[in-house]
């Protein structure tokens, strides 16, 4: 096969658009890096909160920094898409219609297709009227182009993630993610 038929094996890449904070959406992605790390699973990790820095301030080693700013700053977190078997991208928040456009604009959806690559998107279910609004214009834009992982977070010290069953099984083959055993 030459290097031009050649498919790609398959990817996924992993992150949040919502523009709201303070609902776990980096807790979710530090914890997703552990488990991977912890499986043996390779990744990569995006670090594009030009602010908080979450995720490189937590696993420097892990993490590449390519600050989101402008819509314009897309194009090198896309251009690193299918790069490893999962890839987590950790967007500042607050930035959901720049996002939006930038992914229209370098017609993203067709760059994930041509690099064997499944987007996954988190939505947080919250209360937030921005939240919610974003969620909608997220899932409106993306359709069936994209996969959906809906979290519902507790509001106290204690995170507690609740994945949709149907979102975890998807998550799972397309990884190739062990399974939960029940003692």
Not at 24 to 37: H, P, Y
Not at 119 to 141: G, P
Not at 149 to 167: A, G, N, Q
Request: aromatic share 8%; with cysteine.
């Amino acid at each position: 096969m030459s290097d031009l038929t050649q498919k790609l094996a398959p990817s996924r890449t992993l992150t949040s658009l919502q523009s709201t904070s303070r609902i776990g959406r980096s807790t979710l992605k530090q914890g997703l890096m552990s488990w991977f790390s912890y499986a043996g699973i390779a990744f990569n990790a995006i670090d594009a909160d030009p602010e908080h820095h979450t995720l490189s301030t937590w696993y420097p080693d892990l993490t590449d920094k390519k600050p989101y700013r402008d819509e314009q700053d897309l194009l090198s977190i896309l251009n690193t898409a299918g790069v490893a078997p999962v890839q987590i991208i950790d967007f500042p928040s607050q930035e959901t219609q720049s996002l939006l456009r930038a992914f229209e604009h370098f017609n993203a959806i067709k760059l994930f297709e041509a690099k064997n690559t499944r987007l996954t998107i988190f939505i947080f279910a919250s209360d937030e009227r921005a939240a919610m609004l974003s969620a909608h214009q997220i899932i409106s834009s993306f359709d069936s182009h994209a996969d959906y992982v809906m979290v519902k977070t507790r509001r106290d010290s204690l995170r507690e993630y609740s994945i949709i069953p149907s979102s975890q099984r998807c998550l799972r083959s397309s990884m190739r993610l062990p399974s939960r055993s029940r003692a």
